[in-house]
């Protein structure tokens, strides 16, 4: 099984967030679009197109189908918008499979069809296009880490990543999002607040950061308490997609699912060794680090997913926390080559972000491997820089921008 990569999706589903979606709903209930007394809402992805009928798969994973007749109002708009002011008409023909669309429709009679009043869509070009905006925002003006402390007061959140401290300042403009304990999907995620942040939390944040980039003022945060897990392989279920292991701190096994949405990357052995390096000495070659908008920035290291310079995945000397040169430690790691569940042997040592789930079993975010020379390193500080490697449900950034 080929385990998909995906980064930072901090997991905005389908061009619709929780707060899209509460626009939308006002959109058809304060005057904004006509509304049809006890008509069915539906929001959901459009899996089948025939003529003017339409299958909709809900959010909730039901399957739905409505007819459209000539009197039918449809609706084209952009990704992000909040309301309907800018919305242009369309015709049922403009609606094409994968599309993102809310209808509001009355209910077909013994499992009939219903009749679709009004379609609200959103195209799957225009979505990918704001997901690919919003992805590299957040590379650009994104950090995360483990939460040391929250002062309210203050409205600051301290996070470390690896040696490395970071302020995220928030104001009353701020979004919050939480996981939910049970799922790794950012579309699960809640509307939160600060008071909700605690220490111990992984983190990730959106802003302006402070030209030595030790300050961030956010515009969004999103948060959720995971399970860090250091361990060696014990074995691997390709068929049910998961891989058991001994976690070194409990010494006991641990089965960890492998989702769509997991992400499994594998350190080049130089850069291992330049990370540990790093944590056991966080002063050294602090000179590496530099004060300037690149220390920490991202502006100066490949887009996620790419390559350094040659190629060569060599990274490891001077990336580390610090001195990253290759900018965010998470955008770092994310460029470390991806694995297959099936390149994972009995004995390899492994980092893994996880659900909280049980003491027997959880749901993998990331999993790292070629970690050997790091687990010599402190733990805390181990830990600390695994956790700013977590990409928000499974990559974060793309379901912020609003993927399907």
């Not at 997991?11 to 619709?16: A, D, E, M, Y």
């Not at 402070?210 to 250091?230: K, M, W, Y």
């Not at 190629?311 to 990336?319: E, I, L, M, S």
């Amino acid at each position: 099984m080929r385990i998909r990569s995906v980064t930072i999706r901090l997991i905005f589903i389908c061009g619709l967030t929780v707060a899209g979606l509460a626009v939308w709903s006002a959109m058809l209930s304060t005057g904004q679009a006509p509304s049809a007394p006890q008509a069915l809402r539906i929001v959901g992805t459009v899996t089948a197109v025939e003529g003017k009928t339409l299958t909709i798969k809900s959010d909730a994973g039901t399957a739905t189908t409505v007819n459209a007749t000539d009197s039918t109002r449809v609706l084209r708009a952009e990704p992000g918008a909040k309301s309907l002011s800018d919305a242009s008409p369309a015709q049922v023909i403009d609606i094409t499979v994968g599309d993102r669309v809310l209808v509001s429709a009355t209910a077909g009679e013994a499992g009939s069809p219903g009749t679709a009043l009004r379609i609200i869509a959103m195209k799957q070009g225009d979505i990918a296009q704001k997901q690919k905006v919003e992805q590299a925002d957040w590379q650009r003006r994104g950090t995360g880490g483990l939460v040391k402390t929250v002062d309210p007061a203050a409205s600051t959140i301290t996070i470390a990543a690896g040696s490395r401290t970071v302020v995220i300042h928030t104001t009353p403009k701020t979004v919050y999002k939480r996981y939910d304990p049970s799922s790794i999907k950012f579309s699960d995620a809640k509307p939160a607040s600060l008071d909700q942040i605690h220490p111990g939390d992984q983190l990730r944040a959106r802003g302006d950061r402070s030209a030595d980039g030790s300050e961030l003022t956010a515009e969004e945060v999103v948060a959720g308490s995971f399970r860090n897990i250091a361990g060696t392989v014990t074995s691997v279920d390709e068929a049910a997609n998961a891989v058991t292991v001994t976690d070194l701190a409990t010494k006991r096994p641990v089965v960890i699912h492998i989702t769509s949405d997991s992400q499994l990357h594998k350190l080049p052995q130089a850069m291992a060794e330049g990370l540990a390096a790093r944590l056991k000495n966080p002063n050294a070659g602090a000179s590496a680090s530099g004060s300037g908008p690149a220390a920490g920035s991202g502006a100066s290291g490949p887009p996620a997913g790419g390559q350094s310079q040659g190629g060569t995945g060599r990274q490891g000397a001077g990336d580390g926390p610090g001195g990253q040169r290759g900018g965010d430690l998470s955008q770092m790691l994310q460029r470390t080559p991806a694995v297959q569940l099936a390149e994972l042997h009995r004995g390899d040592a492994v980092m893994i972000v996880a659900t909280q789930g049980t003491p027997e079993t959880a749901t993998a975010v990331t999993l790292l491997a070629g970690v050997e020379p790091i687990l010599t390193a402190p733990s805390s500080a181990s830990q600390s820089m695994f956790s700013a490697s977590w990409n928000l449900g499974g990559g974060g950034a793309s379901e912020a921008a609003g993927t399907p």
